[in-house]
């Protein structure tokens, strides 16, 4: 055997495995084909000339798959019925004028085309009426199963969202506090030293230099001496009361 043989029979081999795969995987996963399978030659075929198994393979979709094959029987349905309304009509029309030979060639067909034009218009209303029914019933469940899930995903927004604004409500608190804090004992240590040095209010402002701190002393409940009043007359801060 020469190498353009061995390498003909490897080529078809390979062709010959990959579509037995495909055509494997379509009948072990035939709700959700796996991938390789929707890419061998019936799916591309199907795809092709199906806009609703096109629809399904891309999005996953089966209410809109649904939804479209049972428009695209329901166009082929109608057409038929079209096809037969106007055979029968034509054909009425000629056995008018027919001879006896002729009209008992046409009475049968005639029979016929009726009949098959009722069932076709009985299978196209029973379609229509059924599928209609099923297909409201499976959409309003649907959508209220997407309605459920888009509210939860909304109030779980809501609440994440109503946390990170208390928390950062907290921190801004928690921040403010701190400066606060820090100013305040600024202030008292300033105070404490300006006394300690036999001094009398007001004294210069530690925090902003223009200012001018002035504060006054008083007694608590208990008798005890502590600063009751200090303000300063700059920016840094209104009158406060300790």
């Known amino acids: 055997m020469d190498t353009d043989s061995v390498i003909i029979s490897c080529i078809a081999g390979a062709v010959g495995l990959f579509f037995f795969i495909c055509y494997a995987l379509r009948y072990l996963f035939p709700g959700e084909a796996a991938f390789i399978a929707r890419t061998s030659?019936?799916?591309?075929?199907?795809?092709?000339?199906?806009?609703?198994?096109?629809?399904?393979v891309y999005t996953g979709d089966q209410?809109?798959?649904?939804?479209?094959?049972?428009?695209?029987?329901?166009?082929?349905?109608?057409?038929?019925?079209?096809?037969?309304?106007?055979?029968?009509?034509?054909?009425?029309?000629?056995?008018?004028?027919?001879?006896?030979?002729?009209?008992?060639?046409?009475e049968p067909r005639i029979i016929s085309t009726e009949r098959h034009l009722q069932i076709t218009k009985t299978a196209l209303s029973d379609m229509n009426?059924?599928?209609?029914?099923?297909?409201?019933?499976?959409?309003?469940?649907?959508?209220?199963?997407?309605?459920?899930?888009?509210?939860k995903r909304q109030l779980q927004f809501e609440k994440t969202r109503a946390d990170e604004l208390q928390e950062a409500k907290r921190d801004r608190e928690k921040a403010e506090s701190e400066?606060?804090?820090k100013k305040w004992s600024v202030l008292?240590?300033?105070?404490?030293?300006?006394?300690?040095?036999?001094?009398q209010s007001p004294l210069p402002c530690p925090i902003c230099t223009p200012g001018q701190l002035s504060y006054a002393y008083g007694e608590n409940r208990e008798g005890k001496r502590m600063i009751k009043y200090f303000g300063c007359t700059s920016?840094?801060?209104?009158a406060r009361f300790s």
């Open 41 to 56: 030659f019936s799916w591309w075929w199907k795809m092709r000339n199906d806009p609703g198994i096109r629809w399904i």
């Open 63 to 106: 209410w809109e798959y649904d939804r479209r094959a049972r428009a695209k029987a329901a166009r082929a349905l109608t057409r038929y019925e079209r096809k037969l309304t106007d055979r029968l009509t034509l054909m009425k029309a000629q056995i008018e004028t027919a001879t006896d030979y002729q009209k008992e060639f046409f």
């Open 129 to 151: 009426r059924n599928y209609d029914e099923k297909l409201t019933s499976e959409y309003v469940e649907q959508r209220n199963l997407q309605q459920i899930e888009t509210l």
């Open 179 to 181: 400066r606060t804090t």
């Open 188 to 199: 008292f240590a300033a105070i404490k030293a300006h006394d300690e040095a036999g001094h």
């Open 235 to 238: 920016h840094c801060g209104e």
